[in-house]
Every structure is written in structure tokens, then in C-alpha cells.
């Protein structure tokens, strides 16, 4: 006859691979998420105003819904030639981002 001990473990095993398994294939059913991301920092800051398109880009290829919205000091980024000349610090220049943004066909609110 089994140990008190050992049967538990037994039923932890089994719950275990029974959370798993059906964690799996929830995991494909699971509806994509839905995001929107505000900028709102501009050329002062060219890190904080990196991050909706980075954000927005990994979120996409994540397989999620995205919109990115730009208000007040973020707007300017739209212009090409301050795009070409942001470059956030540990980032490529901010033109890329935003080119990567339009690839993907994410929407951007100004």
C-alpha cells in the first residue's frame, strides 16, 4: 500500500501534467491582445520617444493588435528629417523604428 506521502506526490504529478497540457492548448486559442500606446516625448528625449515604435514593433510580431498615438511634443517625430536625426541612446536611428512601424502597417494617430 502506498505512503500517504507518496500518493500525494502521485496527484501533484498528475494535476501537473494535466495543467500543461491543457495550458498548451489554451495557449493557441487565446485571443490576441489589443494595445495602445501613447508617446509623448519628442526630440528632447530621444529614448523615451523610441519606445512606442519598438514597443509597437515587438508587440506586432507578437501577434497583437496595435495603435500608436502621438501627442504633444511626440508629434514633430513625424517629420522626416527630425526622424533622421533622433538616436536614442543603445537604439538604431529613430527613422528605422518608425519605417519598421509602417511595414507592419500599425496605425499612428498624430
Known sequence: MATRR??????CVALA???ATSGAA????EPK??????????????TRANFPF???AA??????EVRI???????????STVAQNVTPVG??????????VVDYKIPIFV
Open 6 to 11: 507518496e500518493a500525494v506526490k502521485h496527484a
Open 59 to 64: 508587440l506586432h510580431e507578437a501577434g497583437h
Open 91 to 100: 537604439w538604431p536611428v529613430l527613422s528605422e523604428a518608425i519605417r519598421k
Open 33 to 46: 491582445q489589443r494595445f495602445l500606446l501613447v508617446g509623448l516625448c519628442g526630440s528632447e528625449n530621444p
Open 69 to 79: 498615438e502621438l501627442a504633444g511634443d511626440a508629434t514633430v517625430l513625424m517629420r
Open 26 to 29: 489554451n495557449a493557441a486559442d
Open 54 to 56: 519598438a514597443w509597437g
Open 17 to 19: 501534467a494535466s495543467a
